[in-house]
């Protein structure tokens, strides 16, 4: 899997890949405008994460070259503004997802690996991890083969979980997940708490082991260790 | 007053006095040619006089028949006295009427006596010619000012016509569109420099009135990505086995003062769009509708804090509100009600179709109620808020004919939203 990260605020374009390299990800990196445009014409991509404001160029244009060059990437943009006419346009030209900066890392991982499900088997490929098995497209997951039946949140909050494996998630990062940005931080911490519980109550009584620890009480880890 | 009454007042008052002084003037200039003229008449007739002495030896009354012309009286031996000029009134012989003359009188020996000789001229003509002179001279120069007031009246009008088309121009002229300032290029130097310099003040004015709202965009914008590379760090950091308790607590708290500052961020980039006017589709949404699919949305929040919902909508409530702005202001309605709620507590919405009400009970207001709509004002010493969504809720309400009032009773509080009273009908 090549991700091609352009960013060109260092740091940033750092942290991103190091977190996906850790996904097993193949990552590099491009600061400027022509950096990026240079590389989409010589490497072919599994995914693309573009900020929209490059010193030398809008990140919308690069979308458009890439979906001319090859249209099976899939392209995230990551953007300061969180405008909807961007989000609109961004979507109009090809790109599949949005997200506003800041962002937490491992709801990009989330949406990349999504993206990246949905591009390669149609959306049509179980996730497994150990014992536990989940079908995206019917939204079931089963574990040791029973299925068991989750809520939505709860759903929603295992594959979020699945898909930063041995990663710690912070709370804040999860409740956002769930709820969105506008939730109203006091009271989602609580409701993360009581999902993150009753997830790991319905794991266990299908026979799975625990697999989900609270780290320094600033968030949760899902995996072996 | 206006300028041109104004100009008038001080051109009429002007032009009387000028007037007064240039007829005085001109009455004495053609005085005193009249006298010059008179004089020097009554000196060539002393000259006459004299001669007709010489060669006669004697005066005879007869020779001058016209009356009053000549007076000649012996007078006993006196000094020579210079000759002296003087205005005399003297009876008319056929009626009582005094009449102006002016006399010359000299003394010359006749016959070897001394005689005062006196020489009159009839001035009566002259008046006569001063009165029309006068009188024709104030009638010209009355229908000249006459005219010259109507005229400059008229000019003026013309003249100052560009300036008051340029004051009306600028009152209409509204800072906060994106019109320029347009103003005429009169053919005068003047206004149309005055007219130039007004134009790039306007822009001016209107640039940097623009920039300034702009600013608190591009800011807001620009730190995004620093506060994106923060928390981008910190969740990097986390990953770290190795961390102690403490450094975890200090992590955390960079982390909650980075995700408050993102969504301090977010709410201010929020009202300086809607200040800058940047959402521009207008739809029709109920907003009534809206507020009980978010009570629905959050019901798992409501089930936390063991909220009740009670939703009375008789009938839509219908506004004009592009659907990002309905989104917040409906997001921010809720959570609100939400988030000064106690446990147990209850939530009601309730619309007539003319006002929108969403109550919440609540602990009593320790702020002033009045300023409770200010940014930053914050019930509660809340870390979690940042004390910007009741702004924002009234910036739409706003910027979109709707007005949004707070009202407390018997622990309730209730944020009512109404039509502004124009927008009615």
Same mark, same amino acid.
């Given at each position: 899997m090549?991700?091609?990260v352009?960013?060109?605020?260092?740091?940033?374009?750092?942290s991103?890949t190091?977190?996906m390299?850790?996904?097993?990800?193949?990552?590099?990196?491009?600061?400027?405008?022509?950096e990026?445009?240079? /590389?989409?014409?010589?490497?072919?991509?599994?995914?693309v994460?573009?900020?929209l404001?490059?010193?030398d160029?809008?990140g919308?244009?690069?979308i458009?070259?890439?979906k001319?060059?090859?249209?099976?990437?899939?392209?995230i943009?990551i953007s300061?503004?969180?405008?909807l006419e961007?989000k609109i346009?961004g979507l109009?030209?090809?790109s599949?997802?949005y997200?506003t900066?800041?962002?937490?890392?491992s709801?990009l991982?989330?949406?990349v690996?999504s993206?990246?499900? /949905?591009?390669?088997?149609?959306g049509h490929t179980?996730?497994?991890f150990?014992?536990?098995?989940v079908?995206?497209?019917a939204?079931?997951?089963?574990?040791?083969?029973?299925?068991?039946?989750?809520?939505?949140?709860?759903?929603d909050?295992?594959?979020?979980?699945l898909s930063?494996?041995?990663?710690?998630?912070?709370?804040?990062?999860?409740?956002?997940?769930?709820?969105g940005?506008?939730?109203?931080?006091?009271?989602?911490?609580?409701?993360?708490?009581?999902?993150?519980k009753?997830l790991?109550?319905?794991?266990l009584?299908k026979?799975?082991?625990?697999?989900?620890?609270?780290?320094y009480?600033?968030?949760?880890?899902?995996?072996e260790s | 007053?206006?300028?041109l009454?104004?100009?008038?007042?001080?051109?009429?008052?002007?032009?009387l006095?000028v007037?007064?002084?240039a007829?005085?003037a001109?009455?004495q200039v053609?005085?005193f040619?009249?006298y010059k003229e008179?004089?020097?008449r009554l000196?060539?007739e002393?000259?006459? #006089?004299?001669?007709y002495?010489?060669?006669?030896?004697?005066?005879?009354d007869t020779?001058?028949?016209?009356?009053?012309?000549?007076?000649?009286?012996p007078?006993?031996?006196?000094?020579?006295?210079?000759?002296?000029f003087?205005d005399?009134?003297i009876?008319?012989?056929?009626?009582?009427?005094?009449?102006?003359?002016?006399?010359?009188?000299f003394y010359?020996?006749?016959?070897?006596k001394?005689?005062?000789?006196a020489?009159? $001229?009839?001035?009566?003509?002259s008046?006569?010619?001063?009165?029309?002179?006068?009188v024709?001279?104030a009638?010209?120069?009355?229908?000249?000012?006459?005219?010259? #007031?109507w005229?400059q009246?008229k000019?003026?009008?013309r003249?100052w016509h560009?300036?008051y088309?340029?004051?009306?121009?600028i009152?209409? #002229?509204?800072?906060?569109?994106t019109?320029?300032l347009?103003?005429?290029?009169?053919?005068i130097?003047?206004f149309?420099?005055?007219?130039e310099v007004?134009?790039k003040?306007g822009?001016k004015?209107?640039?940097?009135?623009?920039?300034?709202?702009?600013?608190?965009?591009?800011?807001?914008?620009?730190?995004?990505?620093?506060?994106? =590379?923060?928390n981008?760090?910190?969740e990097q950091?986390?990953?770290?086995?190795?961390?102690t308790?403490?450094q975890t607590?200090?992590?955390e708290?960079i982390?909650q003062a980075?995700?408050?500052?993102?969504?301090?961020?977010?709410?201010?980039?929020? =009202?300086?769009?809607i200040?800058?006017?940047q959402f521009?589709?207008?739809?029709?949404?109920?907003?009534?509708g809206?507020?009980?699919?978010?009570?629905e949305?959050?019901?798992?929040?409501?089930n936390?804090?063991?909220?009740?919902?009670?939703v009375?909508?008789?009938k839509?409530?219908?506004?004009q509100?592009?659907?990002?702005?309905a989104?917040?202001?409906?997001t921010?309605?809720?959570?609100n009600?939400?988030?000064?709620?106690?446990?147990?507590?209850?939530?009601?919405l309730?619309?007539?179709?003319?006002?929108?009400?969403?109550?919440?009970?609540g602990?009593?207001?320790?702020?002033?109620?009045?300023?409770? #709509?200010?940014?930053?004002?914050?019930?509660?010493?809340s870390?979690?808020?940042?004390?910007?969504?009741?702004?924002?809720?009234?910036?739409i309400c706003e910027?979109?004919?709707?007005?949004v009032?707070?009202e407390?009773q018997?622990g309730w509080?209730?944020?009512?939203?109404?039509r $502004?009273?124009?927008e009615v009908?």
């Open positions: 090549k991700v091609l352009v960013e060109d605020e260092k740091g940033l374009a750092e991103i190091d977190y390299s850790k996904e097993g990800y193949l990552c590099e990196t491009a600061s400027t405008f022509r990026a445009d240079e /590389r989409i014409y010589l490497y072919d991509y599994d995914c994460i573009v900020d404001t490059l010193p160029g809008n919308f244009q690069l458009e070259t890439l001319k060059l090859l249209t099976t990437t899939g392209v943009i300061a503004r969180n405008a961007d346009r109009e030209i090809g599949d997802d997200l900066k800041p962002f937490h890392l709801e991982n989330a949406r690996k993206l990246i499900r /949905r591009r390669n088997f149609g179980e996730i497994r150990r014992e536990i098995v079908n995206p497209s939204r079931k997951v089963y574990v040791n083969g029973q299925l068991t039946v989750l809520s939505r949140k709860e759903y909050l295992l594959l979020y979980f930063n494996i041995d990663v710690v998630l912070t709370k804040v990062s999860i409740a956002e997940h769930l709820w940005d506008n939730i109203d931080s006091a009271d989602s911490l609580d409701m993360v708490y009581s999902h993150i009753n790991r109550r319905k794991l009584e026979g799975g082991s625990d697999y989900l620890r609270s780290v009480g600033i968030g949760y880890k899902f995996g | 007053m206006k300028l009454t104004k100009t008038n007042q001080i051109y009429l008052a002007f032009s006095v007037y007064l002084f007829g005085l001109f009455y053609v005085r040619l009249i008179v004089e020097s000196r060539v002393r000259l006459d #006089f004299e001669s002495i010489k060669t006669h030896k004697s005066w005879s020779t001058y028949f016209v009356e009053n012309k000549i007076d000649v009286d007078v006993g031996a006196r000094a020579q006295q210079p000759e002296t003087s005399t009134l009876q008319n012989r056929y009626d009582s009427e005094r009449m102006p003359f002016r006399q010359l009188t010359t020996p006749i016959q070897g001394l005689h005062r000789v020489i009159r $001229k009839s001035l009566i003509q008046y006569q010619l001063i009165e029309v002179i006068t024709t001279m009638a010209c120069l009355g229908v000249l000012l006459l005219g010259t #007031f005229f009246g000019l003026s009008g003249l560009p300036f088309e340029t004051l009306s121009r009152k209409r #002229f509204n800072l906060a569109s019109t320029p347009q103003l005429d290029k009169p053919e130097n003047e149309r420099e005055l007219n007004l134009r003040m822009d004015m209107q640039q940097d009135y623009r920039s300034l709202k702009e600013f608190t965009e591009n800011a807001s914008h620009e730190i995004q990505t620093p506060l994106a =590379l923060i981008a760090k910190v950091l986390i990953q770290s086995e190795k961390l308790e403490t607590r200090w992590i708290d982390y980075s995700r408050r500052m993102a969504r301090l961020n977010q709410g201010l980039l929020l =009202l300086a769009k200040e800058n006017q521009t589709n207008n739809q029709t949404v109920d907003l009534a809206l507020l009980t699919e978010k009570l949305d959050m019901e798992e929040v409501l936390h804090k063991q909220l009740l919902v009670d009375k909508n008789e839509p409530f219908e506004v509100l592009p659907v990002p702005l989104e917040s202001l409906v921010n309605l809720v959570n009600a939400i988030k000064h709620n106690h446990p147990e507590g209850r939530v009601e309730r619309s007539d179709g003319e006002q929108l009400w969403l109550g919440n009970t602990s009593p207001l320790t702020t002033d109620p009045e300023r409770l #709509f200010e940014r930053f004002k914050k019930e509660g010493a870390p979690d808020s940042v004390g910007l969504g009741l702004a924002i809720i009234r910036e910027n979109y004919g709707l007005q009032r707070y407390e018997n509080h209730r944020f009512c939203i109404s $502004k009273a124009e009908g």
